[in-house]
């Protein structure tokens, strides 16, 4: 007997050697096969287009494919549960942002994961305004136009998201209540079916990223009304923000992330980081984030322990607005 216990001694002794040698070496070699990135919107929309745009330049950093999986549903929430429940191998990745991780949960009587508790969150690497867009021949130009319009008309308008909870739909929510109007949302599959039946005159307005309203935009087949950020954003710099243009506190910017499900090694979480740092330092990458409105975060901003307390902030910068408008989910 004590024989064995001598063996199953040295087994476990061995056995705590090897993982603790595994691990640094995992991190060195990951990754060693392709690694699904789950967008959890779907394909064409602002989140999978800067996704792409990233994936792109990261897989040739790595020298492994991420591989893009769409799995859009309940605002992002389906897809970002699929990465929380995932092996924290390094395989699964979530390419997600302000939505996902700060405004979601927050509207949903029952979320399907936890935002801080679920994820190793790995990088920051974007951030984008929102802009309000109408169809071309939309009765308004400016916001106090849109305003006095919506009031007036609030009974027959209706507004489109990409799915409730989503950002295109929080940000019109807060713009209801900035206006005190209520206006009927339709929700969609994705953001490109609501821009679709914006085109068509079918809905009245949406809050989308400049990433995907800009081509619209300058194609003139939508009018822009305002700009939802802080400050006047690259590509429409003429374009008044709803601050300047009396509306105060409309900050609808969202931002770009990659997480991992909690767990992932701690190594694989900083590599990835590192390699999502050097992508957008590359011109060509940063040049066209600029062409489609969007920008790439400072660096003090990208490591994995900036991202973990940045989320939380956002919750509790986000928290009183949600709670106020009174819009709880399913």
């Known amino acids: 007997m004590y024989k064995k216990r001598l063996v199953l001694a040295s087994t476990l002794a061995s056995a705590m050697a090897l993982s603790l040698i595994a691990a640094p070496v995992l991190a060195q070699t990951w990754p060693t096969r392709p690694v699904m990135l789950v967008v959890p919107y779907a394909a064409g929309g602002p989140v999978d287009v800067v996704a792409r745009l990233m994936a792109a330049r990261v897989s040739e950093l790595l020298g492994q494919q991420l591989v893009i999986e769409n799995i859009g549903g309940a605002g992002g929430m389906a897809g970002a549960a699929k990465v929380a429940k995932a092996a924290p191998d390094g395989y699964t990745v979530l390419a997600s942002g302000s939505a996902v991780l700060a405004n979601v949960p927050l509207m949903y009587k029952k979320p399907l994961y936890n935002p801080l508790t679920d994820f190793e969150h790995a990088a920051l690497f974007s951030d984008s305004a929102r802009v309000l867009i109408v169809p071309k021949d939309f009765p308004a130009s400016t916001l106090p136009e849109f305003i006095a319009y919506s009031k007036a008309n609030q009974a027959k308008m209706q507004y489109g998201s990409s799915g409730g909870g989503s950002g295109m739909h929080i940000c019109a929510v807060l713009l209801n209540q900035a206006m005190d109007a209520d206006i009927t ?42 700009t939802l950020g802080p400050e006047r954003a690259p590509g429409l710099e003429k374009l008044p923000t709803a601050d300047e243009a009396g509306v105060n506190g409309l900050d609808c910017g969202s931002w770009g992330s990659f997480s991992f499900p909690r767990g992932t090694p ?41 991202m973990t307390k940045f989320v939380a902030s956002e919750i509790a910068r986000w928290t009183p607005p949600i709670k106020a408008s009174g819009v709880v989910l399913d």
């Open 266 to 306: 701690a190594a694989i979480v900083n590599r990835l980081a590192k390699a999502s740092s050097d992508a957008i330092d590359t011109p060509a990458l940063r040049d066209r984030f600029l062409s489609i409105g969007v920008t790439v975060t400072a660096p003090a901003r990208r490591s994995p322990e900036y």
């Open 185 to 226: 949302h339709v929700p969609y599959r994705g953001a490109s079916f609501a821009m679709q039946d914006l085109l068509a005159g079918r809905i009245d307005y949406i809050t989308e990223q400049i990433s995907t309203a800009l081509p619209q935009i300058e194609g003139k087949t939508v009018k822009a009304i305002t």
